[in-house]
């Protein structure tokens, strides 16, 4: 079966620093992968998305980058976080290919806290 | 970018009965749509879904219903219990640039009352 990991759950960095969120997905190939950033209590914003190695789709313009250096690994990071960075991250998964409906699956979510 | 930014409304039923969640989608191209619910901290998990050719579909306590007319989704609850306390998305699946892009729709908060 499929599954998808995401780390760490939890992350309090300060202003400046760098980021590194890593996604993994295992028992699938050549899957579509995104990102997704939640504010406190509001919806789902799409990121980035990804339909194969090295191929990175920006949604909105922002201070984070995302790379996906192997089939099943999504990775999103920035060389120096703003407060605005803080949020709930979720990266999600679903089966490639236009003829496919999948229903996507979720991490179970990085919360990172800029202070 | 497509995204919500809407602060989540919040409707609240006694433990029992029915809710009744809306949601209204804007792209009519959309030809498949998703009911997610999400409990606090963790990520959004599959409820239901429904082609664009359909205009009801049910599940398991659960029936989603779709009017094309006015872009319009719904996500009925039968017997609510208090597991259902969480915020429910809709989501419309479209085929842009070569990828299938999952665009989530305004939340609602369920609250059970026991």
């Known amino acids: 079966s499929q599954t998808i990991h995401q780390w760490p759950a939890t992350l309090v960095q300060p202003v400046g620093s760098p980021l590194s969120l890593e996604c993994t997905v295992e028992?699938?190939?050549?899957?579509?992968l995104y990102w997704y950033r939640q504010a406190a209590g509001r919806g789902l914003q799409l990121l980035f998305y990804?339909?194969?190695?090295?191929?990175i789709s920006s949604e909105v313009p922002q201070n984070l980058s995302a790379s996906r250096p192997q089939d099943r690994q999504f990775i999103l990071s920035s060389k120096k976080l703003l407060l605005s960075d803080s949020g709930f991250y979720l990266c999600?998964?679903?089966?490639?290919?236009?003829?496919?409906?999948?229903?996507?699956?979720f991490g179970s979510g990085t919360r990172l806290t800029v202070v | 970018g497509e995204s919500v930014g809407l602060h989540l409304p919040t409707l609240s039923v006694q433990e029992g009965d029915n809710s009744i969640i809306n949601c209204a989608y804007s792209n009519s191209a959309s030809d498949y749509f998703i009911w997610y619910k999400q409990e606090s901290g963790k990520g959004p998990q599959f409820i239901i879904d429904?082609?664009?050719?359909?205009d009801k579909r049910q599940g398991q306590r659960v029936t989603v219903l779709l009017n094309k007319t006015v872009k319009h989704l719904s996500l009925q609850i039968a017997a609510t219990q208090p597991g259902d306390s969480a915020v429910y998305f809709c989501a419309e699946i479209r085929w842009t640039d070569s990828s299938y892009k999952l665009i989530f729709g305004s939340g609602t908060r369920l609250l059970v009352r026991p």
């Open positions: 429904i082609r664009s050719n359909m």
């Open positions: 990804s339909v194969g190695i090295g191929q």
């Open positions: 999600a998964w679903r089966g490639g290919g236009k003829e496919s409906n999948y229903g996507y699956t």
């Open positions: 028992g699938t190939s050549n899957p579509n």
